[in-house]
């Protein structure tokens, strides 16, 4: 299928007015290219911060994309959305230069073409996830490499959340442990206590589609005689204790079941909480707390929360 890439060169001012004008128009989202993103400073602890091309970027003012299916009304779309756009002077909105240009895009193109931004990054002091399309040398000899092919379904490994738990299955797996991952997504986290030498990690998502991409990146690192891949709903099914459980989920679903982890949890064994956002740590230190976990430590970063937790003995 083709699909024609609307753009338009404007400002900062007519940004919300214009995306406005293309989502009415058909678009299911809109990109925004803005130079001042080049500027903006980020925490980079680890080096995940993606270095942005500036040559991605117009000169001045605002690039704004939306993509429309080639279609016989495509030429009586692009007209109403130039004259919805031009419109905005009415209003005194600034439209900048104002420069529309259309183009066609392959469906086949578009569907790869974020692999350019991912690159590989170093989450830890150990740990680097790398595309499986990149070569990587290690920099030193106890890098950890996490080799991830994301598709399209699952994240890179990179978001906080994530980042935060990697940090602290480091802290808390020990050689010949037994790990549970609750909601594995693309099974970063599995593959992450398999390289920390854990015996056995039992990984589960309600998700088929996420139980099929972790099974592959799990084969993809040669972990799969550790790691047991399976569709299950938080630990229903799950009886053998566990040294540690790590969950990435959202906070309103970790407080539901904390006394299922309890449960799951050998005395003296670690419960790492994360998918938490900051309104809801109190809330789920409360419930961690009252099932029987003493708060060891809560990690930042950005707005996200993580909490590792050791069950009481």
Not at 81 to 107: A, H, M, Q, T
Not at 245 to 260: C, Y
Not at 273 to 290: H, L, N
Request: charge should be negative.
């Amino acid at each position: 299928m083709k699909w024609s890439e609307f753009a338009i060169q404007t400002t900062n001012e007519a940004v919300e007015p214009v995306s406005n004008i293309l989502h009415e128009a058909g678009a299911s989202g809109v990109v925004i290219e803005d130079p001042l993103e080049l500027v903006k400073e980020r925490e980079n602890v680890f080096g995940e911060i993606y270095h942005l091309n500036p040559d991605d970027y117009p000169d001045e003012g605002v690039l704004i994309k939306a993509y429309l299916p080639v279609n016989s009304f495509l030429g009586e779309t692009v007209d109403a959305i130039k004259e919805s756009i031009n419109n905005l002077l009415l209003f005194d909105i600034d439209l900048g230069k104002n420069i529309v240009s259309i183009s066609e895009v392959n469906e086949e193109e578009w569907a790869t073409a974020w692999k350019k931004y991912y690159n590989p990054v170093k989450i830890s002091e150990r740990f680097t996830i790398v595309p499986t399309w990149e070569d990587y040398t290690p920099v030193s000899s106890d890098e950890l490499i996490i080799e991830l092919d994301p598709g399209m379904a699952f994240g890179t490994g990179t978001h906080p959340t994530t980042v935060m738990c990697i940090q602290a299955l480091e802290r808390t797996v020990r050689p010949g442990d037994l790990v549970v991952d609750v909601g594995t997504g693309s099974g970063v986290l599995s593959i992450a206590a398999a390289l920390l030498d854990a015996k056995q990690i039992q990984s589960l998502d309600l998700d088929d589609v996420a139980v099929q991409s972790a099974t592959q990146n799990v084969e993809l690192n040669k972990v799969q005689d550790r790691v047991s891949v399976s569709q299950g709903n938080l630990l229903d099914g799950v009886h053998e204790q566990a040294d540690v459980v790590v969950a990435n989920i959202l906070a309103e679903v970790i407080m539901s079941f904390t006394d299922d982890v309890a449960k799951v949890v050998k005395p003296g064994g670690y419960f790492i909480a994360s998918g938490i956002i900051q309104p809801k740590k109190q809330d789920v230190k409360d419930a961690i707390t009252a099932s029987g976990f003493t708060i060891e430590e809560t990690v930042l970063m950005e707005d996200w929360v993580a909490i590792i937790a050791k069950r009481n003995d």
